[in-house]
């Protein structure tokens, strides 16, 4: 399962998951914002989870455009990091989120071996990445505490944004990168560039 | 002796211990202690500014109120049934002893934010980026690349950041519609950090940059005595307190 990463694979998926962070930061503020709005309903959680699936946009990306184990849970890893030495209040806790991120995303493109990568996947592995970054929450931030009912809510909230970003978005700027000519030197360009010869 | 001359992975990994330890508690006292001897050990031992905690710290307590809230309103068990709705004269009642059992897991959820942000400011606002980075080479054998890789695009985000208002500006003076979440200023910044990756790459490794070979360090961080001691400190009165 060693694998052997590039430079520039390191570059690659570091400055893009920065970049995702970057890009979506308006997204994390409307999100705080939509909490403020939610509070006195008592559903201040909820206001977070419409913009979850761009949490695990990079290592959809990652695992898309690398096609390699691991590169899913290394994205994270890095984003993880990264956030960290921004100032994050939650400082180290959010490198223990970041993996289980990255592995909540591989289990589903492990179990096809790393060989198919259709929407249908991408959708799977980001449902599969939902449940299971909302399992840890049960634990670490005691959601368990939380009624059945209104954890359903926010699970269905959630699902529906990872399918959005995670799977849509992410594989849809993925492929239009691959046609550009972009990833050539990345296993999703040497696909494509099979699939125009045939 | 300053939290900024610990280790900081063995800072890290203390905090990590301690976030797990007390993720299996619902104790209000010790997540409130943790919150506070968290702030006192920043206030006393560390060169962060009051100014620069209240700023990092608000976020959290917002944070922590909305998880209060939602406690006291969603808690399991105890929610506010709709038969107890349907009887009106218990109505007043009900509510009363919903909200004040679950006053209990508001509380536990609410504090729990608390301790974990302690833990995290006290991490994040005595801890050197770049050090970091270092002692997670030196003490988590992280490999070079991955380290100078996290270095670099940590460094590049504030061209990241002028870049892409650039290519949203540049979409706009063309007279197209660019909202929150338009793709298309992303895609162009996706072309634009993914050359960037390329040409940093081939400029490190011209330069001489080998991921793999034994390379020499500026600076190389130890682990000494006192992170120990800290480390043990911290999850020995977390433990007695359990």
Redesign the interface.
């Given at each position: 399962m060693k694998v052997n990463?590039?430079?520039?694979d390191?570059?690659?998926?570091?400055?893009?998951?920065?970049?995702f962070g970057?890009?979506f930061l308006?997204?994390t503020y409307?999100g705080?914002f939509l909490?403020?709005l939610l509070?006195?309903?008592?559903?201040?959680?909820l206001g977070y989870e419409p913009f979850y699936g761009i949490y695990f946009m990079a290592a959809a990306f990652a695992a898309y455009v690398i096609r390699k184990p691991g590169a899913g849970i290394?994205a994270e890893m890095?984003a993880a990091?990264?956030e960290?030495?921004?100032?994050?209040?939650?400082?180290?806790?959010i490198?223990?989120s970041g993996l289980v991120q990255g592995i909540g995303f591989e289990i589903i493109i492990a179990l096809f071996r790393y060989k198919k990568y259709d929407l249908k996947t991408m959708c799977l592995a980001s449902c599969v990445c939902s449940v299971v970054t909302l399992v840890y929450n049960l634990?670490?931030?005691?959601y368990?505490?939380?009624?059945?009912p209104?954890l359903l809510l926010m699970l269905a909230v959630r699902l529906v944004s990872s399918i959005i970003f995670t799977a849509v978005?992410t594989k849809?700027?993925a492929d239009?990168?691959a046609k550009?000519g972009?990833?050539n030197?990345y296993a999703i360009g040497q696909n494509t560039a099979v699939d125009l010869e045939a | 002796m300053k939290l900024e001359k610990l280790n900081p992975s063995v800072k890290a990994a203390t905090v990590l211990c301690s976030v797990i330890m007390l993720s299996f508690q619902y104790n209000i006292t010790l997540n409130l202690t943790v919150f506070f001897s968290c702030l006192l050990l920043l206030l006393f031992f560390s060169n962060a500014r009051i100014k620069h905690i209240i700023v990092i710290l608000a976020p959290a307590l917002l944070a922590a109120f909305g998880m209060f809230m939602m406690g006291l309103y969603y808690a399991k068990g105890n929610s506010i049934t709709s038969a107890e709705l349907t009887e009106l004269s218990a109505v007043p009642y009900a509510v009363r002893a919903a909200m004040s059992t679950n006053l209990k897991s508001a509380l536990q959820l609410g504090t729990r934010i608390l301790s974990y942000a302690g833990l995290g400011i006290l991490f994040a606002l005595s801890t050197d980026g770049e050090e970091f980075i270092s002692s997670l080479m030196h003490q988590c054998h992280l490999s070079p690349k991955f380290a100078y890789g996290i270095l670099a695009a940590f460094h590049l985000m504030p061209s990241m950041v002028r870049e892409f208002s650039q290519a949203r500006l540049a979409l706009r003076t063309r007279g197209m519609h660019v909202g929150p979440f338009s793709l298309k200023p992303v895609f162009a910044m996706l072309v634009n950090s993914i050359r960037w990756s390329e040409s940093m790459a081939m400029a490190m490794e011209s330069k001489g940059f080998a991921g793999n070979e034994p390379r020499t360090f500026y600076s190389v961080t130890k682990v000494h005595w006192y992170d120990l001691v800290f480390s043990v400190v911290c999850i020995g009165s977390i433990l007695i307190f359990i």
């Amino acid at each position: 399962m060693k694998v052997n990463w590039k430079l520039k694979d390191v570059l690659m998926i570091a400055i893009v998951s920065v970049l995702f962070g970057v890009v979506f930061l308006g997204a994390t503020y409307t999100g705080g914002f939509l909490s403020g709005l939610l509070t006195p309903a008592g559903l201040t959680s909820l206001g977070y989870e419409p913009f979850y699936g761009i949490y695990f946009m990079a290592a959809a990306f990652a695992a898309y455009v690398i096609r390699k184990p691991g590169a899913g849970i290394i994205a994270e890893m890095l984003a993880a990091i990264i956030e960290c030495l921004l100032g994050n209040y939650f400082g180290p806790i959010i490198i223990l989120s970041g993996l289980v991120q990255g592995i909540g995303f591989e289990i589903i493109i492990a179990l096809f071996r790393y060989k198919k990568y259709d929407l249908k996947t991408m959708c799977l592995a980001s449902c599969v990445c939902s449940v299971v970054t909302l399992v840890y929450n049960l634990f670490i931030s005691g959601y368990s505490q939380i009624a059945v009912p209104v954890l359903l809510l926010m699970l269905a909230v959630r699902l529906v944004s990872s399918i959005i970003f995670t799977a849509v978005i992410t594989k849809l700027l993925a492929d239009k990168l691959a046609k550009a000519g972009v990833l050539n030197g990345y296993a999703i360009g040497q696909n494509t560039a099979v699939d125009l010869e045939a | 002796m300053k939290l900024e001359k610990l280790n900081p992975s063995v800072k890290a990994a203390t905090v990590l211990c301690s976030v797990i330890m007390l993720s299996f508690q619902y104790n209000i006292t010790l997540n409130l202690t943790v919150f506070f001897s968290c702030l006192l050990l920043l206030l006393f031992f560390s060169n962060a500014r009051i100014k620069h905690i209240i700023v990092i710290l608000a976020p959290a307590l917002l944070a922590a109120f909305g998880m209060f809230m939602m406690g006291l309103y969603y808690a399991k068990g105890n929610s506010i049934t709709s038969a107890e709705l349907t009887e009106l004269s218990a109505v007043p009642y009900a509510v009363r002893a919903a909200m004040s059992t679950n006053l209990k897991s508001a509380l536990q959820l609410g504090t729990r934010i608390l301790s974990y942000a302690g833990l995290g400011i006290l991490f994040a606002l005595s801890t050197d980026g770049e050090e970091f980075i270092s002692s997670l080479m030196h003490q988590c054998h992280l490999s070079p690349k991955f380290a100078y890789g996290i270095l670099a695009a940590f460094h590049l985000m504030p061209s990241m950041v002028r870049e892409f208002s650039q290519a949203r500006l540049a979409l706009r003076t063309r007279g197209m519609h660019v909202g929150p979440f338009s793709l298309k200023p992303v895609f162009a910044m996706l072309v634009n950090s993914i050359r960037w990756s390329e040409s940093m790459a081939m400029a490190m490794e011209s330069k001489g940059f080998a991921g793999n070979e034994p390379r020499t360090f500026y600076s190389v961080t130890k682990v000494h005595w006192y992170d120990l001691v800290f480390s043990v400190v911290c999850i020995g009165s977390i433990l007695i307190f359990i």
